[in-house]
């Protein structure tokens, strides 16, 4: 007799029809060769079932058959538990590229199988990339050599520039349904396919905008030209709405764009750039040693910040002198701008101590050039939950209030961080100093874990 070879996918779905309504047996019972065999309990087949399908019931499938030249001619879709086809098997492939070999973050940790993000996810069909919905719907048409996930309704679409290493840059909209901004004007070198944080690997929270390019409180920076004279990630750059309106009406140098929230050039509808300066014959010595000098001259970049008024703060902020490992080479460098649009503040970088060597200087200063924070030459960390800024020996709220101790945490960590002060003299003997351990929230408020828990 001639077995016939069943599909993986049409046998399960032959054994959710044939699944029986009340627990089994444990002993099976043989009653034809095509009839399933059940070794559990319904409910231990069930559990089993379910983690095939992701978290909104759907399976990628792969259909396709064997050419006469013995190649394999398939195509991807994705079916539910009942067998059905919710999207078709048309696509060379359906996958979340955020998982590619070069960024390999993970979203979260699940047994489950992971096709979507947010209800999105890519698929490439005859070699051009869309976006799908998990309805099934085209939402992004495959008509691009790259598509990314959305930010804020947004999403990147990139076309290759032959013969170039960069890309053409355009938007699509998808609460417009329609492509806002082609890709035939902008360019880029980096597609960046990140989608969450470095360090955790979950899926970007509020504040932290990680992918080049993305919308951020409903604007993005856009690049209009390169600059390969200086370094392969300077540019020409500018910052467009939603509906891919220039806002700035010119374009600004940026030196190094940068790829994480603490040193991105734009938040908003505003854009931290860079114009070129000159310190000539700039003397400098240690800090702890004077007799050490070095008289040099730097070529470099002040930064600045302009938005749709256009310029609010001019360029003149760059770093001390710093050194590279062994100090065999020294630079100023541009000032990196933390952006705050809630409350138009930005965190930067000063040229603090001009004749020593790492003498920069960081603090924050407000849209007018007012400092808020004075300089130091203690780094700081803005967490925007807390809305507060920590340096591992001060805190200060959001209305700059502070808090002075002796060393601690640079990061809320819960809504805490923590610190400790010294209580007393350093003992050589016992090589111990007494002090106690405080757990400071981002108004000041603390508590004592000394005290608390003895």
């Known amino acids: 007799m001639q077995k016939r070879v069943i599909p993986l996918l049409f046998a399960a779905i032959l054994l959710i029809g044939m699944m029986p309504t009340t627990s089994m047996a444990a002993k099976p ?26 978290q909104n019931d759907l399976r990628k ?14 195509k991807y879709g994705l079916v539910n538990k009942y067998g059905n086809f919710v999207v078709h098997p048309i696509y060379d492939e359906i996958k979340l590229y955020a998982f590619n070999e070069d960024y390999n973050y993970n979203v979260e940790e699940t047994i489950l199988p992971l096709y979507f993000i947010d209800g999105y996810t890519q698929a490439v069909r005859d070699g051009k990339m869309g976006l799908l ?32 290493d960069y890309s053409y840059l355009g938007y699509w909209n998808l609460e417009q349904n329609t492509e806002v901004v082609k890709p035939n004007k902008y360019i ?16 970007k929270p509020a504040g932290d905008y990680l992918a080049v390019h993305d919308f951020i409180e409903g604007y993005a920076m856009v690049f209009t030209e390169a600059r390969n004279d200086v370094s392969d990630i300077s540019y020409m750059a500018t910052i467009i709405d939603k509906n891919g309106k220039e806002i700035l009406g010119k374009s600004y140098f940026v030196y190094d764009y940068g790829d994480t929230y603490a040193n991105y050039p734009q938040k908003g509808p505003y854009l931290s750039f860079q114009e070129p300066v000159t310190f000539k014959d700039r003397t ?29 703060i001019k360029p003149t902020y760059t770093t001390g002198v710093n050194a590279s490992p062994g100090e065999a080479s020294h630079s100023i460098r541009p000032a990196r701008f933390e952006i ?20 920069t200087g960081y603090g924050v200063i407000d849209f007018n050039g007012k400092e808020l924070i004075p300089f130091s030459l203690n780094d700081l960390r803005y967490s925007e939950k807390e809305n507060a800024y920590s340096s591992g020996y001060t805190i200060y709220t959001s209305e700059y209030k502070k808090m002075n101790y002796d060393g601690g945490g ?3 960590i819960n809504g805490y961080n923590h610190a400790f002060k010294y209580t007393g003299n350093y003992n050589a003997v016992e090589s111990y100093q007494p002090l106690e351990y405080y757990f400071v929230k981002s108004d000041c408020s ?9």
Do not use: H
């Open 61 to 74: 499938v792969r259909v396709g058959f064997y050419s006469n030249n013995g190649e394999l001619n398939a």
């Open 133 to 164: 919905n998990i309805r099934g719907e085209e939402v992004i048409p495959c008509q691009y050599d790259f598509v990314s996930l959305p930010s804020e309704g947004m999403c990147r679409v990139f076309n290759d520039i032959p013969n170039s």
């Open 410 to 412: 640079v990061f809320f």
């Open 284 to 312: 400098f010595t240690k800090m702890d040693d004077s007799n050490w000098r070095k008289t040099l001259t730097f070529n470099t970049y002040s930064t600045g910040l302009v938005g749709p008024s256009g310029i609010i």
């Open 446 to 454: 603390y508590l004592n874990g000394s005290n608390k828990f003895n």
């Open 340 to 359: 705050n649009t809630k409350n138009k503040t930005i965190y930067t970088e000063k040229d603090y101590i001009p004749d020593k060597l790492y003498g």
């Open 188 to 203: 880029t070198l980096e597609k960046n396919f990140r989608i969450g944080d470095s360090y955790t690997g979950k899926k």
């Open 29 to 54: 019972e043989y009653t034809s060769e095509n009839e399933p065999v059940y070794l559990g309990t319904e409910t231990e087949y069930q559990t089993t079932f379910d983690t095939m399908f992701d």
